[in-house]
């Protein structure tokens, strides 16, 4: 009877630990923007990771919606075996400048999808590259409202915005943050613009791509540095109540 409480004590770690687990998986399951940040004024090259959370189902279709208040005047994909993409284009209520010229359209939504027998299958991601800009220079960021259909017919809207304050949605909407432009040319050219964006007189140096991918593995390090650090909390809580189990029943075969 002695280890009755033992038991509960290690019965309650491993529900903490499981709650543990459950909480922090979700979190490095969503549609997002890579990198997550670029320079006000400048062209830049984004991912638009998708990964894959249904167990019984493929991702075959990825629709993002740009936003149309603050228009993007160059936008192009770049070609990714076994997926078409098409540009949607809408007329803006005002029109832009853009190097001197008016512009009167600009894209407002992009769809990839997947050719026969191609998908995104369960426990994969995908992602998709987009050349983007002028980036605007009149906010902090770009939110492009995101639908991920699987081959079920399931949708899964990743469209809600985060706010100040408030915890993070269950879906959200993936986010580009925009940071004053730092560039001495005054050309704002973010360090992430593909060769075709290079090609228009709005690429960057080795220099800059390497900075570029620096500051991804400094996130990819950052999300394994988590992960394991979950794994961590999860192991020491169960070492502990296996300690204690054993203590209890060492000081209760003692007392016998």
């Known amino acids: 009877m002695r280890s009755l409480p033992a038991r509960r004590t290690a019965a309650v770690a491993l529900a ?15 549609v997002t923007v890579n990198p997550g ?6 062209y830049t090259a ?24 603050h228009p993007l005047a160059s936008v192009r994909t770049q070609p990714l075996p076994g997926w078409t993409s098409t540009v949607e284009k ?12 008016d512009v009167n359209e600009a894209v407002s939504k992009i769809t990839w999808t997947a050719d026969a027998g191609v998908k995104v299958a369960p426990g994969q991601f995908q992602e998709f590259r987009v050349s983007l800009g002028p ?12 639908l991920q259909t699987y081959d079920n017919g399931d949708v899964v809207r990743w469209i809600d915005e985060a706010k100040d304050g408030q915890p993070e949605p269950a ?16 050309h704002g050219v973010t360090a992430s613009a593909t060769p075709s964006a290079a090609a228009d007189g709005h690429g960057t140096g080795h220099g800059d791509a390497a900075k570029n991918d620096a500051a991804s593995d400094d996130k990819a390090s950052d999300s394994t ?26 000081n209760g075969g003692s007392a016998s």
Do not use: C
């Open 135 to 146: 980036l605007p220079t009149d906010t902090e960021a770009l939110v492009f409202k995101a």
């Open 225 to 250: 540095a988590r992960v394991l650090g979950v794994v961590g909390i999860v192991v020491g809580v169960i070492g502990t109540a296996v300690g204690v189990l054993g203590l209890r029943r060492r």
């Open 16 to 30: 903490a630990a499981a709650s543990v687990v459950a909480l922090a998986g979700p979190a490095f399951a969503h």
């Open 90 to 101: 809408a007329k803006l209520d005002k029109p832009i400048k853009v190097h001197g010229n």
């Open 171 to 186: 879906k959200p909407a993936p986010v580009l943050k925009l940071t004053k432009a730092t560039s001495a040319d005054g």
């Open 37 to 42: 940040s670029a320079e006000q004024g400048g």
């Open 46 to 69: 984004v991912d638009f990771r998708v990964p894959n959370e249904n167990d019984a189902a493929g991702t075959v279709k990825l629709e993002v919606n740009l936003p149309l208040d």
